[in-house]
């Protein structure tokens, strides 16, 4: 089990930018995939970004190509989001999560194994 504890969000105006983060713990090796969802109020578990276990391939939504950015650092066991030009429709709590059992980036939430406590991120002006 994967331990996971997301920070960084908060109160951004739309075109800014933020930086989550999601600190990892309870597990001696980084040999698991990991992503970035989020909920607004009313909808589903969205994903919005994965990266496999070395950081080497990434996976994002349609909604925040080209904007935001995810990666990883293994020797801190920590994943990161970059989200740039940011817009009220990105307005949520975002979570981390890790997947222990595939080999490649799901994009479905019931396929991770470990969640974090999320993050609230507003875009407003």
């Known amino acids: 089990q994967v331990q996971l504890v997301e920070s960084g969000g908060g109160l951004v105006q739309p075109g800014g930018s933020l930086r989550l983060s999601c600190a990892a713990s309870?597990?001696?090796?980084?040999?698991?995939?990991m992503a970035w969802f989020r909920q607004a109020p009313g909808r589903e578990r969205e994903f919005v970004a994965g990266?496999?276990?070395?950081?080497?391939?990434?996976r994002y939504a349609d909604s925040v190509k080209g904007r935001f950015t995810i990666s990883r650092d293994n020797a801190k066991s920590t994943l990161y989001l970059q989200m740039n030009s940011l817009k009220p429709e990105d307005t949520a709590v975002y979570y981390c999560?890790?997947?222990?059992?595939?080999?490649?980036?799901?994009?479905?939430?019931?396929?991770?194994?470990?969640w974090g406590q999320g993050t609230q991120v507003t875009v407003s002006s």
């Open positions: 999560a890790s997947a222990l059992r595939y080999l490649s980036i799901r994009t479905m939430a019931i396929d991770y194994d470990d």
């Open positions: 990266i496999c276990c070395t950081g080497g391939r990434t």
């Open positions: 309870g597990r001696t090796n980084n040999n698991y995939n």
